[in-house]
């Protein structure tokens, strides 16, 4: 294989405030109402199938691109160690392809073939998939997870994982139309409320220079607050429910540890996975696996936002002084208490609410954008005002008017629907019935989903529109390396073989040795630098023969 120069070298953002490299991973609760026996990674392996069959009808030359796990390496440890494969929990273990083959997913569903639109020429079911829009698709363990493209600003981050809502309903209706299998439901929440937890994991991209400890202590009392804005309640106390009641954050209970590389188990607050995805000695990828899955665009556009511009707060060195005490126990204090009264401890001493220390935040970014400029309403850039605008409206409206933070708020919007089914009907808070209302609220059937009920009759407020999330199933952002990898994919995807978020990989006839375009710099591979590349050719032949540098023919075999 021979690699190729990077696309054309791109730009920096600015510093200061809510814009960086980030993006989001949703892993999707599963289940098939007809058959509840049945196997969820093999119901999971059938919704990228059946996302794959969809794309067939609209791809260049097939199925869309297959990751290349070539540069995963999950066990690197931010603190400085790699962790040996063999101490390592099998979840741990990222950069290995799952493997489920057709014959097995038959005898689950108990028919004796499948059909091979779909599957590769092997007969294997498809699991793994790089989108024309940038995206990945893929079998996490027992779910279907949607890992969106990079995006430069909290605003992009909501609209391209909304896509990603899209992309797994458009799945859903092609298994539903199939009269042969059972209907699959995907849901957009993080437990089953079995002690069953999945994911809603970030990544920002921020400079590997700044001290790693640095990050913990500026970010550890943010965590553990921000639910109060980003969660998405939860019915139940406990990793098993068990106890009766409501609770602000969907993921809170399942946190044990402070700091630590585990995701699935042991989960803590700051991951430590030391996997850039980008130049390694330039960047360091935040991997942050604390947040719940938002329906609400609100509370997702101010989850991505103010985390952003506390990460600038952290690299200019000017986030609150501030050490909570027991921070795994704070972070579920401030869950369980939906009144948002609860005083947590902190080191100095004093106590204060989750409202408190999000203002403390809100207050240095506030001052941190005024002073670089970034947060201007009119020269600024363009985001972190908006940011900020929000970020203190909800907080107050969370202090002084519930009533209208819940269209906002999605722990409270949910909240404000279980209460009215429990004054009606008169029941207590582990009525089975309510345990339906929670699990409804999260279905990505806009006719079933409770949340796009609410959402259908404007008492749910908005960030973007449906055109903008349904034009970004197809199409990549335009600034940042998704562009390329995406538009490879859409224009040449009989000649992509494999792709990941570091390099695009092409087997073009003539030039005798696969071709691996790297893309390790986020801000490369644009629509304003590769876009004339992808209107001038038709062929992959002639595409890598401008962008090798050998005209616009491939060199001889």
Same mark, same amino acid.
């Given at each position: 294989?021979?690699?190729?120069?990077?696309?054309?070298?791109?730009?920096?953002?600015?510093?200061?405030?809510?814009?960086?490299?980030?993006?989001?991973?949703?892993?999707?609760?599963?289940?098939?109402?007809?058959?509840?026996?049945?196997?969820?990674?093999?119901?999971?392996?059938?919704?990228?199938?059946?996302?794959?069959?969809?794309?067939?009808?609209?791809?260049?030359?097939?199925?869309?691109?297959?990751?290349?796990?070539?540069?995963?390496?999950?066990?690197?440890?931010?603190?400085?160690?790699?962790?040996?494969?063999?101490?390592?929990?099998?979840?741990?273990?990222?950069?290995?392809?799952?493997?489920?083959?057709?014959?097995?997913?038959?005898?689950?569903?108990?028919?004796?073939?499948?059909?091979?639109?779909?599957?590769?020429?092997?007969?294997?079911?498809?699991?793994?998939?790089?989108?024309?829009?940038?995206?990945?698709?893929?079998?996490?363990?027992?779910?279907?997870?949607?890992?969106?493209?990079?995006?430069?600003?909290?605003?992009?981050?909501?609209?391209?994982?909304?896509?990603?809502?899209?992309?797994?309903?458009?799945?859903?209706?092609?298994?539903?139309?199939?009269?042969?299998?059972?209907?699959?439901?995907?849901?957009?929440?993080?437990?089953d409320n079995k002690s069953v937890s999945y994911g809603s994991h970030e990544n920002y991209l921020?400079?590997?220079?700044?001290?790693?400890?640095?990050?913990?202590?500026?970010?550890?009392?943010?965590?553990?607050?921000?639910?109060?804005?980003?969660?998405?309640?939860?019915?139940?106390?406990?990793?098993?429910?068990?106890?009766?009641?409501?609770?602000?954050?969907?993921?809170?209970?399942?946190?044990?540890?402070?700091?630590?590389?585990?995701?699935?188990?042991?989960?803590?607050?700051?991951?430590?996975?030391?996997?850039?995805?980008?130049?390694?000695?330039?960047?360091?990828?935040?991997?942050?696996?604390?947040?719940?899955?938002?329906?609400?665009?609100?509370?997702?556009?101010?989850?991505?936002?103010?985390?952003?511009?506390?990460?600038?707060?952290?690299?200019?060195?000017?986030?609150?002084?501030?050490?909570?005490?027991?921070?795994?126990?704070?972070?579920?204090?401030?869950?369980?208490?939906?009144?948002?009264?609860?005083?947590?401890?902190?080191? %100095?001493?004093? +106590?204060?609410?989750?409202? #408190? =220390? &999000? !203002?403390?935040?809100?207050?240095?970014?506030?001052? @941190?954008?005024?002073?670089?400029?970034?947060?201007?309403?009119?020269?600024?850039?363009?985001?972190?005002?908006?940011?900020?605008?929000?970020?203190?409206?909800?907080?107050?409206?969370?202090?002084?008017?519930?009533?209208?933070?819940?269209?906002?708020?999605?722990?409270?919007?949910?909240?404000?629907?279980?209460?009215?089914?429990?004054?009606?009907?008169?029941?207590?808070? %582990?009525?089975? +019935?309510?345990?339906?209302? #929670? =699990? &409804? !609220?999260?279905?990505?059937?806009?006719?079933?989903? @409770?949340?796009?009920?609410?959402?259908?009759?404007?008492?749910?407020?908005?960030?973007?529109?449906?055109?903008?999330?349904?034009?970004?199933?197809?199409?990549?952002?335009?600034?940042?390396?998704?562009?390329?990898?995406?538009?490879?994919?859409?224009?040449?995807?009989?000649?992509?073989?494999?792709?990941?978020?570091?390099?695009?990989?092409?087997?073009?006839?003539?030039?005798?040795?696969?071709?691996?375009?790297?893309?390790?710099?986020?801000?490369?591979?644009?629509?304003?630098?590769?876009?004339?590349?992808?209107?001038?050719?038709?062929?992959?032949?002639?595409?890598?023969?401008?962008?090798?540098?050998?005209?616009?023919?491939?060199?001889?075999?």
């Open positions: 294989m021979t690699a190729a120069p990077e696309p054309v070298a791109g730009g920096a953002l600015p510093a200061g405030g809510a814009m960086r490299v980030m993006g989001a991973e949703t892993e999707y609760g599963i289940h098939a109402p007809s058959a509840p026996t049945a196997n969820a990674t093999m119901m999971s392996a059938r919704v990228v199938q059946a996302y794959a069959q969809v794309t067939r009808q609209r791809a260049a030359g097939g199925a869309e691109t297959r990751w290349d796990y070539t540069d995963e390496e999950p066990l690197h440890d931010a603190r400085g160690w790699t962790v040996d494969r063999g101490a390592a929990h099998p979840s741990q273990l990222t950069d290995q392809p799952p493997v489920l083959d057709a014959e097995a997913v038959a005898l689950a569903y108990g028919r004796e073939e499948l059909e091979l639109d779909g599957q590769d020429e092997s007969g294997t079911l498809l699991m793994n998939m790089v989108l024309g829009n940038g995206a990945r698709l893929y079998v996490d363990h027992a779910h279907p997870e949607y890992s969106s493209p990079e995006v430069t600003n909290p605003r992009d981050a909501v609209i391209w994982d909304a896509a990603g809502d899209l992309v797994g309903l458009a799945a859903v209706r092609r298994l539903s139309a199939d009269p042969d299998l059972p209907p699959v439901n995907l849901y957009k929440n993080n437990t921020m400079p590997r220079s700044v001290p790693f400890g640095d990050i913990v202590r500026g970010l550890t009392p943010f965590f553990v607050s921000r639910q109060v804005v980003c969660g998405a309640g939860r019915l139940g106390l406990g990793q098993d429910s068990s106890t009766a009641g409501y609770q602000i954050s969907q993921r809170a209970d399942f946190f044990e540890a402070e700091v630590g590389l585990e995701t699935t188990i042991r989960r803590p607050i700051i991951n430590t996975r030391d996997e850039p995805h980008a130049t390694a000695d330039k960047y360091r990828r935040l991997h942050v696996i604390i947040g719940d899955a938002n329906l609400s665009e609100v509370s997702n556009y101010l989850k991505f936002g103010t985390t952003a511009m506390v990460l600038s707060l952290i690299e200019a060195g000017l986030a609150p002084k501030v050490e909570v005490f027991e921070p795994v126990k704070a972070l579920q204090d401030i869950s369980h208490d939906t009144s948002l009264k609860a005083t947590v401890r902190l080191l %100095d001493g004093r +106590r204060v609410t989750a409202l #408190d =220390l &999000q !203002w403390m935040y809100h207050e240095a970014a506030a001052k @941190l954008a005024q002073d670089t400029g970034v947060g201007d309403a009119v020269d600024g850039d363009g985001h972190t005002h908006d940011v900020l605008e929000r970020w203190a409206e909800v907080l107050t409206q969370l202090d002084s008017d519930r009533a209208a933070a819940k269209s906002s708020v999605e722990w409270l919007a949910k909240l404000s629907l279980l209460e009215g089914y429990r004054q009606r009907d008169g029941l207590g808070w %582990d009525d089975a +019935r309510l345990g339906l209302v #929670d =699990l &409804q !609220w999260a279905d990505i059937r806009p006719e079933k989903g @409770l949340y796009y009920r609410l959402l259908a009759r404007n008492r749910m407020r908005r960030v973007v529109d449906d055109r903008t999330i349904a034009a970004a199933v197809g199409e990549p952002p335009a600034d940042t390396r998704a562009y390329f990898r995406g538009k490879c994919i859409s224009s040449f995807g009989k000649d992509v073989v494999g792709a990941s978020w570091d390099s695009v990989i092409f087997d073009v006839p003539g030039y005798g040795r696969l071709q691996r375009v790297p893309t390790r710099e986020p801000l490369r591979g644009t629509k304003a630098l590769t876009g004339g590349l992808f209107e001038r050719y038709r062929e992959a032949g002639q595409f890598l023969g401008e962008l090798l540098g050998h005209n616009t023919a491939p060199p001889a075999a």
